[in-house]
Each structure stands twice: as C-alpha cells, then as structure tokens.
C-alpha cells in the first residue's frame, strides 16, 4: 500500500467499500476479512497492517471496492501532477491581459490561455489550426477547470452509456440504481440515480461531488464500463474514446488524465485527427465539429457556446 494514503483515508475507504457490499458492520467486517489489526492507541496501525492490495485473504472484488475507494478518496494533488508548467504557460508575450471590470466569461477565457496556452499553441500550430478554437473547447466543456476545487478530474457520468455498456445486460441492477429518458433522441435528458432501492431519486449533473459518487457506484458494478460512460477532464472526452486517442485502455486514460493536463489537452488534438473534424475546424465549421465531439442532439447548443468564447478570445 503507498505510503501516501493517510490512516484516516484507509478508515474511510474500508468503511465506504463495506458499506457498498451491504456489509452489517462495514467497517469491522472488511477489516476483519483483510486479517489486518487497529489500535486506536496508534494511528498509524492500519497503514503497517500488510499491503492491501496484496493481501491473499481478502476476495478481489473486495479489494477492488477499497481501491476504487482509495482513488476517490486521496485524488492526486494538484502541486504533484506530471506538468510541465513551463510548457503548459503560454509564449511570452502573448498572456492575456483583460480589463479589472471584464464579464466573468472574459476572465475565465483569458485564465484558460494563461495557464496552458503554451500547449495549445505548440498543437495547433503543428496541425494549422486556429489556437483559440481549442480554448473555446476547452471553455465550452468544463469552463476551462481539468481538476474540481477537491483536486479530482472533473467528470460527467452518462447514464444512457452506462446502460449501453453494462445495463442492458443487467436491466433489473439498473433499474434500480439509474434512470434517463428512454426516448431515443432524448436520452442524455433527466439523468437521476439513486444510492439504492429504498432511496429517492436525485439529479446530480452540475455536481462534482455528485458526479463523482454516481460514478462510484457505478464503477462497484463495472468498472470499464462506468469509465467508458464518463467524460473527463478539460476537454470532457468520453471514455469510449480511449482507442481512438491513443490508450490501449480505458483505464489507462482514465489515470492519465487524473494526473495530467497536459494528457487531456494533447488528446484533444489527437481526437480532432482521429475523428476527422480536422478540415472542418481549420474552416471554422464549428458546428460540424460540434456535432461529432458533443452529439447531434446538441450540436446547436455547443456550436453557440463556442462560437461565443472564440470570438472573447
């Protein structure tokens, strides 16, 4: 186990993954079952318990759940990322200096450029295209943020992909955890989930914490197909996507991206090659790019946020 995970973290993380295997004492039962020894008198006992992902008595599907757990739990802090700064600010010269007084947008566009325009500039000009197109990607998709205010990839789950992945299969485990508008031309609409059977339902789209405990228990059912089912990061793209922007796997990209913005930008760009929209971005057919990157149902939608961050840029 890495030496990074406080005791705290583990506690929390045992006593989460319990809890989502319907355990009757989450806490002691898991602790019980890794054979490993707490001593409220020292706190880093359970940090020396032996390595729990190696640890032969406990099932994998268990030590699976404290991973997941782990993950969610103790996210790679900002300051430890694998960026080069120094290449991710953008040529000097070339910041962006906008007025004290300028609309919340402007400020937000210029912030974008700032920190990573060095990198958008380097790959847009290798493939002849406009940089603020990128930037206005970027904005449209999670307003600039590849981490959230607690240091986690920002994310989106996608319910209607998760059924597609895994929930056609398991249609009454579905049904009793997810839900979206089974119209066809709808179904990215009215995204609710709950944590189990006897619960309300709740929104959660706009809400990382939310977000992020639907994708968790999502990823208790199936994990490649709840990381298929997400977009991540700056550029938001979908997990399915991981072939075609270079990840053999979805997990694959799914760390990369947790740790790295300069990994999210570059697939951006390699997304753009590998999708085709190359001609249409360097011909300012936003829409067309709108259209593969977001979907037809919101092509429109996105054509215009773009279209409205490009032009602050």
């Not at 890495?2 to 602790?31: C, R, Y």
């Not at 008198?41 to 729990?52: F, Q, V």
Request: charged letters at 20%.
């Amino acid at each position: 186990m890495s030496a990074s995970f406080t005791n705290q973290t583990l506690i929390n993380a045992f006593f989460a993954a319990g809890k989502s295997l319907n355990l009757a004492d989450p806490w002691a039962e898991l602790v019980q079952r890794a054979q490993l020894v707490w001593r409220a008198k020292d706190p880093n006992a359970l940090s020396r318990g032996g390595g729990i992902l190696h640890c032969p008595t406990l099932p994998a599907a268990e030590r699976g759940g404290v991973q997941q757990w782990l993950d969610v739990l103790s996210p790679a802090a900002p300051d430890n990322r694998q960026d080069d700064h120094a290449l991710l600010s953008p040529p000097a010269g070339t910041e962006l200096q906008p007025a004290p007084d300028s609309a919340p947008l402007a400020l937000a566009v210029a912030s974008t450029w700032n920190r990573y325009g060095g990198l958008l500039a380097e790959l847009a000009d290798q493939l002849h295209i406009d940089p603020g197109v990128a930037v206005a990607v970027l904005m449209a998709e999670s307003k600039g943020e590849p981490f959230g205010n607690d240091g986690r990839m920002v994310i989106r789950f996608e319910n209607h992909l998760f059924y597609h992945y895994w929930g056609k299969s398991n249609n009454e485990r579905f049904d009793q955890y997810f839900d979206y508008s089974r119209s066809p031309s709808e179904s990215w609409k009215n995204h609710r989930w709950r944590p189990d059977a006897n619960s309300e339902w709740r929104s959660f789209h706009g809400n990382q914490q939310a977000e992020w405990e639907v994708f968790t228990l999502a990823r208790q059912l199936d994990e490649s197909a709840a990381m298929k089912s997400i977009s991540m990061g700056a550029p938001q793209i979908m997990g399915f996507n991981h072939q075609t922007i270079g990840y053999a796997t979805v997990q694959e990209m799914f760390n990369e991206f947790r740790n790295s913005v300069k990994a999210q930008i570059e697939s951006l760009f390699r997304f753009m090659q590998s999708h085709n929209v190359l001609d249409a971005v360097r011909n300012g057919d936003l829409r067309r790019f709108a259209e593969v990157y977001n979907g037809s149902g919101q092509a429109e939608l996105y054509e215009s946020i773009m279209r409205e961050r490009l032009a602050i840029f």
